[in-house]
Structure formats: C-alpha cells, structure tokens
T-cell receptor
Framework: GAGVSQSPRYKVAKRGQDVALRCDPI?????LFWYQQALGQGPEFLTY????????KSGLPSDRFFAERPEGSVSTLKIQRTQQEDSAVYLC???????????FGQGTRLTVV | DAKTTQPNSMESNEEEPVHLPCNHS???????IHWYRQLPSQGPEYVIH???SNVNNRMASLAIAEDRKSSTLILHRATLRDAAVYYC??????????????FGTGTRLQVFP
C-alpha cells in the first residue's frame, strides 16, 4: 500500500521567496506531523494535526511558517519569505491514532540560496 | 519533555548482535519507550516500543530495566542494511493535546562486512 508521500522531493528557493510543501498521509490516518531536520541533526518537531485541527504548533520557529490540513487529509506547510536558515529537510509523518506507530515520508529537501 | 541519552556512535560486524543503550533517568510512569531508526536519505521508521516488559518483534528486541531508567535495543544479527541512526524516544501515553516525538541526536550505527 502507499505510504506517506511528500512533494516536491527537492526545492530550491531564492531568499525571500514563498514555498509550499505538500504531504499526502496514509489514507485514514488521524494524526499528522511536520518535522524539520537540519544536516547532521535529529528531526525537530514543528506541528501536529488531529484530523483538521492543529492541536500543537509549538515547534514552528516563526510566524513565517504556516501549516494547514483543511479537510483532515492532505497537509501543506508554507514558508513565507524564506531565509537561508530555513534550508533543511522537511519531514511529514502520519499515524492511525494518537500514540500509535508514526509513518514518515522521505521528506522534502529545501535549499534557500 | 523527558530526555534520553544515547552514545553518539557504535560499530558492529555483520552477523553479530548489537546492543544499543539508552538512558532515561527522568522517565515518568506514563512514558512509553519508542525506538525509531533513520537510514541514509530516508525518513525515520518505527522499530519497536514498550512500557515495562521486554518486547520482541521481527526487527529487534527491547530490554527495559526494572526501574525503567534505561533500556537497550537489541539487533540479534546485524546486517549492512541495519546501518542507520537509531533514536530512543519517550512518548507520554496520557498526553491528549499533542503527540509529538522528541528526537535527540541518536546513535549512528556502522556495520562492517
């Protein structure tokens, strides 16, 4: 069966440009997560959705970062006015319910030049 | 969030058992111990989890100390495909407003032929 799908796999953005990263979770999964992973570091939590409700956005580093999941399935992470420090791999994960196994996508590698 | 401590790196030869330790001295009674691993250029993948008793699955075994302040992930026969970063994570089963996994820096496992 299909796993978590993220697109694009690679994105190069000029500094100041807005970007949108898409996540297609596993069908029927209630929970959805976004993580940011800098080179050589472990993934850092950004935000958590339960269906369409964004229950935790404590990890979003600034108000330039915005995530949505309007119909409780596909999610988009938007970064406005990108800066060089936003360069990282952005990982999406989903799980069937809270506190169950999380399935991760392969990530989107964002490079801001 | 309860923290975990892992060695930065470990080495093993193929076909040998590997014991990956994790210390979590501040673990609470409702924290599950989860292990994920991340292969190169992939998103993390679930390995195993447990609460108090030792656990076995097709990938690995999890040995949990009686006081729960430490645990060990056991790969019974390492293969080259097991070379990855292994993360030990505490997950509170009684948190209902979020479900984030807090990754540390993990243990990089190298497997030699």
């Amino acid at each position: 069966g299909a796993g978590v799908s993220q697109s694009p796999r690679y994105k190069v953005a000029k500094r100041g440009q807005d970007v949108a990263l898409r996540c297609d979770p596993i069908s029927g999964h209630v929970s959805l997560f976004w993580y940011q992973q800098a080179l050589g570091q472990g993934p850092e939590f950004l935000t958590y959705f339960q269906n369409e409700a964004q229950l935790d956005k404590s990890g979003l580093p600034s108000d330039r970062f915005f995530a949505e999941r309007p119909e409780g399935s596909v999610s988009t992470l938007k970064i406005q006015r990108t800066q060089q420090e936003d360069s990282a791999v952005y990982l999406c994960a989903s799980s069937l319910l809270m506190n169950t196994e999380a399935f991760f996508g392969q990530g989107t590698r964002l490079t801001v030049v | 969030d309860a923290k975990t401590t892992q060695p930065n790196s470990m080495e093993s030869n193929e076909e040998e058992p590997v014991h990956l330790p994790c210390n979590h001295s501040t673990i609470s009674g409702t924290d599950y111990i989860h292990w994920y691993r991340q292969l190169p250029s992939q998103g993390p993948e679930y390995v195993i989890h447990g609460l108090t008793s030792n656990v076995n699955n097709r990938m690995a075994s999890l040995a949990i100390a009686e006081d729960r302040k430490s645990s060990t992930l056991i790969l019974h026969r390492a293969t080259l495909r097991d070379a990855a970063v292994y993360y030990c994570i505490l997950r509170d089963k009684e948190t209902y407003n979020t479900d984030k996994l807090i990754f540390g820096t993990g243990t990089r496992l190298q497997v030699f032929p």
